[in-house]
């Protein structure tokens, strides 16, 4: 599935000019829009991606690129790991 904001656009709103960081970038844009779409269960993905869903991986990628070297251990993973669990009864 298609990410939901482009490289460019996270590169903007996290205010970065050079490629240095753009494949950690692109890997926080992928992750944040599935963990985005996760949620946003109503969204049918057809059309414009609506501004609160491109805010909502911006946001998530923001968060994740500006801690990346200070994220405590378990801190941030649960919910974009959560979805991808099984529960055995």
Known sequence: MADLVTLSEA???L???HNDDDTTI????????DAVRDVATEWDGE?????RLKVAVLSRVAI???QRGSVEPGAGELGMLTPLRTLEV
Do not use: N, R, W
């Open 26 to 33: 692109a890997l926080l844009i992928s992750a944040a829009s």
């Open 64 to 66: 994740t690129f500006d």
């Open 47 to 51: 059309g414009t991606v609506p501004d």
């Open 15 to 17: 205010h970065v000019d």
């Open 11 to 13: 590169k903007a709103y």
